[in-house]
């Protein structure tokens, strides 16, 4: 599946200033697996050592929240949007 | 102000933190924010922004009090509105926790959900935007306003001073605004208090409220020199230390709480004297959240 990850300016020097990336998946895991093989050290930033959406991250397909969806099992369906966005704001 | 809930804005209890604090050099003690009214240190700077609005005539009771907020701000702004009769809008980044923006709306506020992908440095944005063409706003702009850090040199300072019988030797507290560390400064500091200030490690963080400012938009009111020592902490040692001030000191903290007491332990290892290290807002605001998950 082909998919369009948007992120934000606090993600956007890990994948070369970009604030989007396309990727191939049919999981979030293989979604973000596709990004880290072109722009080592993503991943770590966004899932732990045990491979969840680390707690500070949250991440959108479409409009659900993938916590919801299974976490980085959640599916992707071909041209989804997702969305990695901080869980909180800062000041 | 008199005769108001706005009366309890400050007179925060220091409390110790001896299970924290064992074994090392300095004793170690919590400025507890989460016990003002509107549950976080910000009903400081909200109610000296109000009040310095409407001593100038900005705030004339026809027209809206507006900021920018990841949400402590947007609470005691909306707080402090609601006593003094002013309406509130807020622009805060869209897909914050629940409780942040159920509260302010609790409270009489209209929020305006920003790009949640362009953060609190977005929310900025729109709220000048905004202040630009509406000219029935009144930006308070925390990020800028001098009474933003005036509220902690007349209040947050001398309290922990008092407080502390003048025993107090150095004061920890996490950048955001800058309004905390840059006011308890300007008041402690001449006291031959040392001044720790303490940012995120990198860019993408989760210690709401604070800026990892090598990446952010710089608060206009913001100068690195107030601080004596800089600090920086990661968000998952962080959520360590908030679950660790739960479980054995029974303070019940925003993540922030957690960094700003781990900064502080590390000062505490290697300096003799008494940290205060202020815990600006409490745990429940993220019980939505997977950091109690």
């Not at chain 1, 993503?42 to 732990?48: C, E, I, P, S």
């Amino acid at each position: 599946m082909a998919v369009t990850v948007r992120l934000p300016g606090s993600l956007r020097d890990a994948v070369g200033g970009a604030n989007k990336v396309e990727a191939k998946g049919a999981t979030l895991e293989e979604v973000f697996g596709d990004i880290e093989r072109r722009h080592p050290g993503f991943r770590a930033l966004v899932l732990d050592d045990g491979g969840a959406i680390r707690t500070y991250v949250n991440v959108y397909i479409g409009d659900q929240d993938a916590r919801a969806s299974g976490g980085t099992k959640a599916p992707v369906s071909d041209g989804a949007e997702i969305m990695v966005i901080p869980a909180m704001a800062g000041g | 102000m008199r005769g108001t809930i706005l009366e309890h804005i400050g007179g925060t209890p220091l409390v110790p933190l001896p299970r924290i604090g064992a074994g090392l050099r300095a004793r170690l003690w919590a400025k507890l924010e989460a016990f003002n009214p509107g549950g976080s240190v910000k009903d400081r700077a909200a109610l000296w922004m109000v009040l310095a609005a409407e001593a100038d005539g900005r705030l004339d009771g026809a027209r809206t009090i507006l900021d920018a907020t990841s949400g402590n701000t947007g609470v005691a702004l909306a707080l402090v509105g609601a006593v003094r009769g002013h309406r509130v809008q807020l622009c805060m980044p869209d897909k914050v926790s629940e409780e942040r923006k159920r509260i302010a709306r609790a409270f009489g506020a209209t929020i305006v959900l920003t790009d949640p992908l362009e953060g609190t440095d977005g929310a900025i944005v729109e709220a000048r935007a905004r202040a630009a063409r509406d000219a029935n706003l009144v930006y308070v702009d925390q990020y800028s306003n001098d009474a933003n850090p005036l509220a902690h040199r007349e209040t947050t300072g001398p309290e922990i001073w008092e407080q502390s019988g003048g025993a107090v030797t150095h004061f920890v507290a996490g950048v955001g605004t800058s309004g905390t560390v840059v006011g308890v400064s300007a008041a402690l500091r001449r006291r031959g208090v040392r001044i720790v200030a303490v940012q995120p490690d990198q860019a993408l963080h989760g210690i709401e409220g604070w800026k990892h400012m090598a990446s952010a938009l710089r608060p206009a009111i913001w100068n690195e020199s107030v601080a004596d020592l800089h600090l920086t902490v990661g968000t998952d040692d962080a959520v360590a230390m908030t679950r660790r001030l739960a479980r054995e000191e029974g303070i019940f903290s925003g993540p922030s709480g957690g960094a700003a007491v781990l900064a502080a332990a590390r000062v505490a290892a290697d300096e003799a004297g008494n940290i205060v290290v202020l815990i600006a807002d409490g745990g429940e605001r993220y019980l939505s959240t997977p950091l109690w998950g």
